[in-house]
């Protein structure tokens, strides 16, 4: 069955007269004929009875038309919604993003993007990071905020931001006076990590090895509030951003001195998909507003 047997099957139904609706649709009346009778064929009954010059529908003509016309109107529907989201000034953007990244960073860039382009729509979807990777790879969504640690090369990464990382302890901690830190002193010292579906868990894992460090990790915990109320239990201490979620804790924040120690937050897109019109002009806006790139 193809589309175009129902669009003059609409058109017959409504003009009931098999001349008159192969001038409307400008096809032949052979033509439009046998394509009435292909579509009966394939249904398994006729859909008109005649009436001398005229053709009305029969009780299974109505029930098709009815399905027909609901169906029509579906794809016409879909091929609008489809032009809205395509269309590069009033599209839909879809921007996944696991917890850690999306207090402070997602109001300050999306409220700027929004004050350019009004009409561009954002579906935010709040995951980890391996459903993060999971729905870019897939083309459920467009954009990802990530760090660069937890994608491959399958993926391009822009970066669009950094955070400094502290030792954050207990108040009672031996360390909670000290100025800085060196990552090599954490040694086998009681540390509350953080699972591999956290963002920020690469980067930590990377910055440890790196430093030849084995911290005796006592729990490791999905999201960072349950890591500061560990660490202000007194259960150990964690390498953590001062984000506006974990600030209120009772904890003490000691600078890292060795090595170089930060949160580098970017955007991350899959590389052999091409991109929506609305999707350019959000990357263009993110490429201007944060021209240091890396990937």
Not at 85 to 95: A, C, K, R, T
Not at 193 to 203: E, R
Not at 249 to 254: D, L, N, S
Request: charged share 25%; proline share 4%; hydrophobic share 40%.
């Amino acid at each position: 069955m193809e589309w175009q047997q129902i669009e003059y099957f609409i058109e017959v139904a409504k003009l009931q007269h098999m001349t008159n609706a192969a001038k409307e649709l400008s096809v032949t009346q052979p033509a439009l004929s046998r394509s009435i009778a292909t579509l009966e064929k394939e249904i398994g009954v006729e859909l008109f009875e005649r009436r001398g010059r005229n053709l009305v529908l029969n009780r299974y003509g109505e029930i098709f038309l009815e399905r027909s016309q609901t169906a029509l109107r579906e794809i016409e529907k879909a091929k609008q919604e489809i032009a809205d989201q395509i269309n590069p000034w009033s599209g839909i953007l879809s921007l996944c993003f696991p917890h850690i990244l999306g207090a402070e960073l997602f109001p300050t860039m999306l409220g700027a993007f929004r004050e350019r382009y009004a009409d561009i729509r954002f579906e935010l979807n709040q995951c980890t990071t391996d459903e993060l990777v999971l729905q870019i790879s897939n083309n459920s969504c467009d954009f990802g905020i990530t760090t660069w640690e937890s994608v491959n090369e399958n993926f391009h990464w822009h970066l669009i931001g950094k955070s400094e990382l502290y030792l954050a302890m207990p108040l009672h901690h031996a360390w909670a006076n000290r100025k800085s830190i060196r990552l090599e002193e954490l040694h086998r010292e009681p540390y509350v990590g953080l699972k591999p579906s956290c963002a920020l868990s690469y980067t930590v894992e990377e910055l440890l090895t790196r430093s030849g460090v084995e911290p005796n990790t006592v729990y490791r915990a999905d999201e960072l509030d349950m890591v500061a109320g560990l660490v202000s239990a007194g259960f150990g201490i964690s390498l953590l951003p001062k984000t506006l979620g974990i600030r209120h804790y009772p904890m003490a924040w000691v600078k890292v001195s060795d090595p170089v120690s930060e949160l580098t937050v970017g955007l991350v897109w899959k590389k052999d998909r091409k991109l929506t019109p609305a999707s350019e002009v959000f990357l263009a806006f993110v490429q201007e507003r944060y021209p240091r790139a890396s990937e």
